[in-house]
């Protein structure tokens, strides 16, 4: 892959993000956190202008897929039906309900207490489980209630009176806020976002428009946040935030952005929601490693951080550092990692002082075994060294390069890949650069070992990539490492003779023992030195593993393929194939698949909110 300008790259960056909004369910926008306008007003911020050489801070948080699952062209296996699990409500004894005339043909006079009546007709509870086709005439009573009432608030103004905040409030309560059903997918390791299907709600038809009703009631432009505060309370956010756990993800999706309209403008309760969702973290990181809302969470705190006012205080730098950083080390990881990754690119574009710890935290938690893990911390850490100062990359470039040292040396082709593909990024080559004198001397010794060892032909003209553009950015240096590790191997093989010598030695004074010939071989037939070759681990490891000494020729050599081999590798690179795990074909639940891809996003209400009024 040919080095790209910071324009092409920031571009390709643009696409890919837009792609993203554009698809997963049908969604547009951040779901409802689009922009952190309410969080960005928390303060007035003082915008901090991007050196040149260093990428744009994206605006807003990455929006949490709705549909993770990836189906596959080929035919498909439906799943049987099976009766969607909801959640524990308390079925209202009374449920006949009668149709109350039309807001809309009401007199001015009547409208409010009608509004009021038609609010709590629809505090009546509906069993959509055990017997979904109960009261059938009474479900459609409440649903056309509940829509009327959504087109009533988005197309009238002076309709929230100070008498409707309780009624809406205690509606939205009795509706939404109820105990969720015990999980039906795996948790930890086991659960496969791209394979698990959700489990859906049952009750989805009404929550849909009573979470539609009050989001449109909390962007009302009547609503006063001072009246509202009396019964939009601790209790209540507590009660909202358990709901994040819900599998739905199109009830999270709804929750996320009510959430963030209630963190926006009610000032009181900031500090509180913050510190709920910290003890929500705290549990899924030391206790439970299960939740179904990390993602949006995060997704919201992303806006959050946005607005945050410098200096950092001392309050938010200990959320860094003691949630989001121990939030890496969780199996689920890839869930919620590109909300996670964007928070703490947040945090370091607003206080860059914050890096050192940070990237000392990654590496503390860097994967040792766990191969697609590992290819996303190398993909935040690339997101990281994008915004990094380079007063701030002199620290941590000695532990950093070691790490990407075992990451280009690793055995399993992704990871080595992906950390080569750090040499074309233009910022990053720019640090190394800068400071080639102590990096070099760390990466060539892997680098130099692999070009000739490694399995994967695509590692091999990365490799020869990365040596090119070290040998360009200083010869002598480069000629320098080369002798040195020239050597290094001259000064191994000395203390391996040096050992071997000492062994024999020994064996000489072993023979020498009246006793010895009592001894019996461990292997009968085999010399003493072939036994001490075959049972020697360093001996072994060293004939094995170890190229041979490089040699002048070598060096010679080396420079002439670096040239040829990088230009053959990029080639090979530019047919790039999607390289994807290939999964057995799963039964699939269709009606699972068509309701995620019906889902609009809250954003999209909001949108068409606007243009209405």
Not at 207 to 214: M, T
Not at 591 to 608: D, M, Q
Request: aromatic share 10%.
């Amino acid at each position: 892959m040919p080095n790209k300008t910071k324009k092409e790259k920031e571009m390709a960056k643009s696409a890919k993000i837009s792609m993203k909004s554009s698809g997963g369910g049908g969604g547009g926008g951040v779901g409802g956190v689009g922009g952190g306008k309410e969080a960005a007003a928390e303060s007035s911020e003082e915008s901090q202008q991007q050196s040149g050489s260093k990428r744009p801070s994206n605006s807003t948080p990455p929006p949490t897929q709705l549909n993770k699952i990836k189906y596959s062209g080929g035919p498909q296996l439906v799943k049987k039906e099976r009766r969607q699990s909801s959640s524990r409500f308390s079925l209202t004894k009374n449920r006949e309900l009668q149709k109350l005339p039309a807001l809309k043909d009401s007199p001015l006079v009547e409208q409010e207490e009608l509004f009021v009546q038609k609010l709590r007709q629809c505090c009546v509870l509906f069993d959509f489980v055990s017997d979904p086709l109960s009261d059938l005439k009474y479900k459609e009573v409440k649903r056309a209630g509940l829509n009327e009432m959504v087109e009533y608030i988005t197309h009238n103004s002076e309709v929230v009176t100070e008498v409707i905040y309780p009624e809406a409030v205690f509606m939205f309560s009795v509706n939404l806020f109820r105990t969720l059903p015990p999980s039906s997918n795996p948790t930890g390791a086991e659960f496969d976002p791209e394979e698990d299907e959700p489990t859906l709600e049952a009750a989805w038809p009404h929550l849909q428009l009573v979470y539609e009703f009050f989001l449109r009631f909390l962007e009302s432009a009547d609503f006063q946040p001072n009246v509202a505060k009396k019964h939009i309370d601790q209790k209540f956010v507590m009660s909202l935030l358990e709901l994040f756990d819900s599998e739905d993800p199109r009830e999270r999706d709804f929750l996320k952005t009510i959430l963030h309209r209630i963190y926006g403008k009610f000032l009181g309760l900031r500090a509180y929601i913050r510190r709920q969702i910290n003890n929500i973290f705290y549990r899924f990181i030391y206790e439970t490693e299960h939740h179904n809302g990390i993602a949006e969470l995060l997704e919201i705190l992303g806006s959050i951080i946005n607005g945050f006012a410098l200096p950092l205080k001392e309050e938010h730098k200990m959320f860094l550092i003691r949630v989001l950083l121990p939030l890496h080390k969780v199996k689920s990881l890839s869930v919620y990692h590109p909300q996670l990754a964007y928070c703490v690119v947040q945090f370091l574009e607003k206080d860059s002082s914050l890096t050192e710890p940070v990237i000392i935290g990654l590496l503390k938690f860097w994967p040792k075994t766990h191969s697609p893990k590992e290819v996303m911390f190398l993909n935040e850490l690339e997101e990281i060294l994008d915004v990094i100062e380079p007063s701030e990359f002199v620290k941590v470039q000695e532990p950093l390069f070691r790490q990407m040292a075992k990451c280009v040396s690793s055995p399993h082709f992704q990871v080595a890949e992906r950390a080569l593909y750090y040499w074309n990024n233009e910022y990053i080559m720019s640090l190394i650069s800068d400071n080639a004198a102590k990096i070099l001397p760390i990466m060539f010794p892997s680098l130099y070992k692999n070009s000739k060892s490694h399995w994967n032909k695509t590692i091999h003209g990365l490799i020869y990539n990365a040596l090119k553009l070290f040998m360009e950015m200083n010869q002598k240096l480069f000629d320098d490492c080369t002798q040195q590790f020239k050597a290094e191997k001259q000064k191994e093989k000395y203390k391996l003779k040096e050992r071997e010598e000492i062994w024999h030695k020994i064996e000489g004074l072993a023979r020498q023992n009246p006793q010895g010939n009592r001894l019996h071989p461990l292997r009968p037939g085999l010399h003493p030195q072939e036994e001490y070759m075959l049972y020697s681990d360093s001996t072994i490891a060293v004939y094995s593993m170890e190229t041979e000494t490089p040699t002048a020729e070598d060096i010679q050599l080396l420079k002439k393929t670096v040239e040829t081999e990088a230009s053959q590798g990029l080639k090979d690179l530019k047919k790039e194939k999607v390289l994807m795990r290939r999964k057995s074909e799963l039964p699939q639940d269709v009606y699972t698949i068509k309701a995620l891809e019906a889902h609009k996003r809250a954003e999209e209400y909001l949108t068409a909110n606007r243009e209405a009024l």
